[in-house]
């Protein structure tokens, strides 16, 4: 299994078609690669610019100093944690989703599922693709 990093995606590509809805057997060099696939695995997402980061600790460090009530002095809280939660920007797709992606989309590789499985893949960035479909 691939654990991809940042803001990378692991796509299984949905398999070519054998024929045409007509019924049409479609021969191997006319196939045209489809651009749609599953999400396999999403990496924890990109970085946020530091300086966003040190804002959002300046103004955590702001809020406890005005609400130390807020403060569970049971919990080892510090604000290097918080910035460490807080200096990443959450990936908006997950393993499972169905998105669409570019023909030229990434880059192509032989990936194990957790079953041990080999798929095709494409490993790109989570902004190559498209949307989610639902």
Sequence with gaps: MLRP?????VVIRDPDPEKTPGGIVIPEQAKERLTRGTVLAVGPGKRAPSALAQKLAAA????????????DTEVDDTI???VHRLDRLAPSVEPGDKVLFGKYTGNEARVKDE????????????EE?????E
């Design 5 to 9: 990093l940042l803001s990378k995606v």
């Design 60 to 71: 955590w460090g702001r809020y406890i100093k005005e609400h130390p009530e807020a403060v």
């Design 80 to 82: 290097a944690d918080v």
């Design 115 to 126: 079953h041990g499985v080999e798929h095709d893949c494409v490993l790109c960035d989570e």
């Design 129 to 133: 693709l498209y949307g989610v479909i």
